[in-house]
């Protein structure tokens, strides 16, 4: 499966027209940006061609190997087991698909392609009816198995043609008219603006000249990257670059559009306790899973931070001790200890304050701690007099990611009033223009309350933001009618604005802060009322964008299956979950010592990295053979020691071993692709296939060998016309069923899912077709 995968991925560099204005980094290589990745293989003709040669060879290289070790005679097991594999795939799988997926309504995307390949899936069954029954009964010559296998081109070429829709010249604008609905949604949550900014790249990335892409992406280019890490960064404002990248590398992985190939590979690896998350994918998992329990908890793992309520506090001249706040700002759920110590200024202990050293403990969730220092009776208080008093993290928890704050020296000071000439209480900003980068993720501006009062006391101080290059919501977090409360000595404070990276090159651009008043009458507004942040563009931006792709690059081709060396290969096999031991159960266990010999013995096959792939494919077609031919020999040989006919255990036991691992692939396929596809969408599709490829090469074969001998090619219709027969009206009155559960509201317009009651009466309806198949089939075997 995987070395199909990479066959299939193939890539090629076509030439494109650089867009004007896009985002160019001028270290960026000329090759990437003047050129771009394009699929070679069309989904669809990999899809019936290589894929499904790969996911139906046992049931293909069983008929052959039959023929062939019966002297080109025809047998039962073979083509009971191609019947009896359709018959399950089509009323059992599709019954599970219908009931997995819950109220959920999905629909198949390219019913074109699916009513192709139905057609060809009930045409296939019809056809060996006619070349059995009715032109040479009981006989298959040359020329009607060489139709049957040239029917395998034919379906391969309509299905194609639907595809790409051959007929349809604006196919192009129509997709990308599709895609910009997309794009003209606009979320009202950050959360749910990168989910659509992410689907629609994961989407773009899934389409080359109309097509969708198999199952490794190409890296997005730099002007997605830089759109995706902005929205990245504001609902996960506290990662790290490399962190980013792989929050983003898992999302476009996650959203993009899946083969029935990717669902096969990860239902075997399941099966086998061989599937393993990347690192990357349970990171963000982690991530995610906080995220849904606590909203704003990567908002405030930014601010996440301890220091002073206020940069100075006030003393004046008999003031006999002084009380600083300590702050606790964003995630408190873990207990933290701190120290705090004083250190001379101008101010020295014991002449002006008495000196202090000591830790204090905040509890969980204890956001504010109070510091009170004593001060000197008679001390001489001079305007500027001034002693600081530090902070510092002395334990926290592990997990903890709680930092100093800018704010984590304090000063307490006498204040210098002589700037005052009335003498009159006001407030006003320390400076009149800030200056911050537009990366550093917010800007603190400091309120300074001057003049002299009677007694320390509360004030509230009313301000707001106003835009002037700058524009709100998307530069920069507003904020109207605010207050800012200065407490008990509090002299200097701050006010902290969210500023918004939008990741790009552009102009310094400018808001104001402006106080609007006060809650006590005798305190006013002073002259420096308003005050200007600039905010300048990120020197590094490009460069950093240009890292963050190189990285979602990276992380993406790590979550691409198939990329184990040949090492790799055999320590993962030789390990529970391919090395992920701490995360394996009981049945992970149990399962990997149930298939550890094969898993063993296959991992010296080469890994699909040598040779474009194709050494792989061919070394395990050669190994599928050989297991296929000692299946068939068990199976025989069980059915003669239970008095089971072959044709019988074909359509049951073989065929649903067979089935087995497209029976998960398309259970984890229903429950987390968008569309019903890959659970239903393919499994006509497959049944085509083994009918013209798994009888039709093995048939031309023996026809060929009997011709030469002058000898008709004898293959008895009796038991298989029946079965096929009895599948064939069942076959049809599923398809009918389907497409009234997409037609009808009753059932929720979709194949998949739908109200409780038409959804469980699908799903059990389809299970009794199959019932019925089987019960029919073996009838008319018994009766003879």
């Known amino acids: 499966m995987c070395a199909i995968e990479k066959i299939t991925s193939k890539t090629k560099k076509i030439k494109v027209k650089q867009e004007a204005g896009k985002l160019v980094d ?226 476009l992985n996650k959203n993009k559009v899946h083969d029935r190939l990717y669902y096969r590979i990860r239902a075997i690896r399941e099966m086998t306790s061989s599937w393993k998350k990347s690192d990357s994918e349970k990171e963000v998992e982690e991530i995610e899973e906080k995220q849904k329990t606590a909203p704003d908890a990567a908002v405030q793992a930014l601010k996440q931070r301890v220091e002073f309520s206020a940069r100075v506090y006030a003393v004046q001249q008999g003031d006999k001790r002084v009380k600083l706040t300590v702050e606790r700002r964003g995630i408190s759920d873990k207990a933290l200890t701190i120290n705090y110590s004083t250190v001379d200024g101008i101010a020295k202990k014991d002449l002006h304050y008495l000196p202090k050293i000591e830790n204090i403990r905040f509890a969980e969730h204890e956001t504010t701690k109070e510091i009170t220092i004593d001060l000197v009776d008679g001390a001489d208080w001079r305007p500027n007099t001034v002693f600081y008093v530090h902070l510092k993290i002395v334990e926290q928890e592990d997990g903890d990611k709680t930092k100093l704050g800018e704010c984590n020296v304090a000063r307490v000071r006498c204040p210098d009033e002589s700037n005052s000439f009335t003498g009159v209480p006001n407030v006003e900003f320390v400076k009149s223009n800030y200056v ?100 300048i563009s990120d020197d590094n931006v490009l460069k950093n964008i240009t890292n963050t792709r190189k990285l979602v690059g990276y992380y993406l081709k790590r979550m691409t299956p198939g990329q184990a060396t040949w090492k790799e290969q055999i320590v993962n096999a030789a390990s529970v979950n391919s090395g992920d031991v701490a995360n394996a159960t009981v049945m992970d266990c149990l399962m990997h010592g149930l298939a550890f010999p094969w898993k063993f013995c296959f991992a010296f096959i080469p890994p699909p990295t040598f040779a474009s792939g194709w050494l792989c494919f061919v070394v395990a077609l050669i190994v599928i053979g050989f297991v296929t031919a000692v299946v068939g020999d068990v199976a025989s040989i069980f059915g003669c020691m239970v008095g089971i006919p072959d044709a019988v255990t074909a359509i049951t036991l073989v065929a649903l071993g067979t089935s087995l691992p497209d029976t998960f692939a398309s259970k984890i396929a229903a429950q987390n692709d968008d569309s019903a596809d890959n659970a239903v969408g393919n499994v006509t599709g497959s049944n085509s296939v083994n009918v013209f490829l798994g009888l039709g090469l093995p048939w031309l074969i023996a026809s060929i060998y009997w011709c030469n001998k002058g000898k008709p090619f004898v293959v008895q219709a009796g038991d298989l016309g029946f079965s096929v027969a009895v599948f064939t009206f069942f076959s049809i009155i599923f398809l009918v069923v389907l497409v009234a559960r997409r037609m009808l509201d009753y059932f929720g317009r979709g194949e998949l899912g739908g109200p409780t009651v038409p959804r469980i009466a699908s799903g059990v309806f389809f299970v009794l077709l199959w019932i019925a198949y089987i019960a029919l089939s073996i009838w008319q075997t018994q009766s003879h």
């Open 436 to 535: 911050c980068k537009e990366n550093c993720g917010w800007v603190r501006v400091f309120v300074s309350r001057r003049g002299k009062t009677k007694s320390p006391h509360d004030l509230g101080v009313r301000f707001e933001t106003e835009d002037i290059t700058a524009n709100a919501q998307s530069d920069y977090a507003p904020h109207k009618n605010a207050s800012l409360q200065f407490r008990g000595q509090e002299y200097e404070k701050y006010i902290d604005i969210e500023v918004f990276d939008d990741k790009e090159d552009e102009k310094d651009e400018t808001f104001s802060v402006e106080l609007l008043g006060t809650d006590d009458r005798e305190t006013t507004i002073g002259s420096k009322k308003r005050t200007i942040v600039t905010i």
């Open 26 to 251: 001028s270290a960026h290589q000329p090759d990437s940006d003047e050129y771009e990745e394009v699929r070679v293989w069309n989904p669809t003709v990999a899809n019936l061609t290589l894929m499904a040669l790969g996911s139906s060879a046992p049931e293909i290289l069983l008929s052959c190997i039959e023929i062939v070790g019966n002297n080109f005679h025809a047998g039962d097991l073979g083509p009971g087991t191609i019947v009896g594999s359709a018959a399950f795939n089509l009323f059992c799988i599709s019954a599970i698909c219908v009931l997995a997926v819950g109220n959920k309504t999905k629909r198949i995307a390219m019913f074109k392609v699916f009513c192709v390949t139905a057609f060809f899936g009930t045409f296939a069954y019809i056809w060996l009816l006619i070349i059995l029954s009715w032109i040479t009964p009981n006989v298959v010559d040359v020329w009607e198995a060489f139709l049957t296998l040239f029917f395998f081109v034919i379906l391969v070429a309509a299905s194609y043609s639907a595809d790409i829709e051959i007929w349809n010249k604006n196919k192009k604008a129509n997709l990308e008219t599709e895609l910009q609905d997309i794009e003209d949604v606009q979320p009202k949550k950050a959360s749910q603006k990168l989910d659509v900014e992410i689907k629609n790249v994961a989407r773009r990335l899934s389409v080359c000249d109309g097509e969708s892409v198999m199952d490794a992406l190409p890296t997005p280019d730099t002007e997605d990257v830089r759109k995706m890490a902005r929205d990245v960064a504001k609902v996960y404002p506290a990662l790290e670059a490399e962190d980013q990248a792989k929050i983003l590398a898992y999302r």
